[in-house]
């Protein structure tokens, strides 16, 4: 079995996972068509044309494509219709299907959305979340693997009532919100923001007319805010399992997070928000944190013991895959009974 790991910006996690299972690397060179469609929605209908014309020339020797999120999707749906014999394995870690039905996509292009995810052999979601919205739009082998947080260091640094965002600022991150959040917070001295994205102007434009907004840009220093900040302030309506939450509090930072988050089932509830858009709500179990801060901080530490472990989740993907592989192979072998 040889695969290709096909991805326009590969997570760090997901590279580790690829490699696990002996995977060539090939990633796809449109991550920057993929950041004007979110600057330029319109865009995003020309982007499968783009992708027919890429698919031409990626060089694939390959049985399996292991397929990193919806964008490098396209290229590998294109590639399938080229060698038919190929089998798509959907690292489902994005928005992909949430955006789908989101965006009702269907109702607009008709059978054109579909062509996609129906190229897609098998899944691998990186939460339930994740596999329950892929299996809205698909009757596939579907398995379930949770990614692990980096190992983050404390830096030694005086912790202040800062809050903080760190991720791609991008409309399905519900940046616009977070920062209104962040302004209002009365606990707040200051709110940090650090990420690149399409609302990156935004946020640079805002950060120059209110001092209490401080943006960093894209930085690799993360450790430093996880250690200066108290509060992470993670607001997606939906984000399938984001290793920030789990990296922040690793760093002794409390994450805030949305239902609609992933990880949630990691954290006790006095980090869960159920209104998002409720900022009394969210400045409540603020305050709650703040005049109980060195208690909840034990118990945020005792949170971190149910994280995935690096070694753990690895394994746990190379068991998966075989597993999605084998249910692959298996059906293949009965159509190809049944043909006879």
Wanted: aromatic share 14%.
């Amino acid at each position: 079995m040889k695969v290709l790991f096909l991805s326009h910006k590969p997570h760090e996690v997901h590279l580790e996972f690829a490699k696990a299972v002996g995977a060539k690397i090939k990633q796809v060179n449109l991550d920057w068509f993929v950041r004007l469609t979110k600057k330029i929605p319109l865009m995003s209908y020309v982007y499968p044309l783009v992708s027919i014309f890429y698919s031409f020339f990626v060089r694939v020797k390959e049985d399996f494509l292991l397929v990193d999120g919806g964008s490098s999707l396209y290229v590998a749906a294109f590639i399938k219709v080229i060698h038919p014999n190929i089998k798509i394995i959907f690292l489902n870690g994005d928005l992909f299907f949430y955006n789908l039905k989101k965006s009702s996509l269907e109702s607009q292009l008709g059978k054109i959305p579909s062509f996609f995810y129906n190229n897609i052999d098998g899944i691998i979601s990186v939460s339930k979340q994740s596999e329950d919205m892929a299996l809205n739009y698909l009757k596939v082998p579907s398995e379930v693997v949770t990614p692990y947080p980096k190992n983050i260091k404390n830096v030694k640094v005086k912790r202040k009532n800062y809050g903080l965002y760190v991720g791609r600022l991008d409309p399905d991150k519900n940046i616009k919100r977070i920062v209104e959040f962040g302004l209002q917070c009365p606990y707040f001295e200051k709110f940090f923001v650090v990420g690149d994205g399409s609302f990156r102007s935004y946020i640079e434009e805002l950060s120059k007319e209110n001092s209490k907004l401080v943006y960093f840009g894209h930085r690799k220093d993360i450790e430093r805010f996880y250690s200066e900040c108290k509060f992470l302030i993670h607001l997606s309506d939906k984000d399938p399992h984001p290793c920030t939450t789990m990296e922040a509090a690793l760093g002794g930072c409390f994450p805030i997070i949305s239902e609609g988050t992933g990880t949630k089932y990691l954290f006790d509830k006095y980090l869960r928000v159920n209104d998002s858009g409720n900022f009394s709500e969210i400045n409540k179990k603020i305050r709650y944190i703040i005049d109980n801060e060195s208690e909840l901080r034990k118990e945020l530490k005792i949170q971190t013991k149910r994280f995935p472990t690096k070694d753990g989740s690895i394994g746990e993907f190379i068991n998966k895959f075989s597993i999605i592989f084998k249910k692959i192979e298996n059906e293949n072998r009965n159509l190809s009974q049944l043909s006879r």
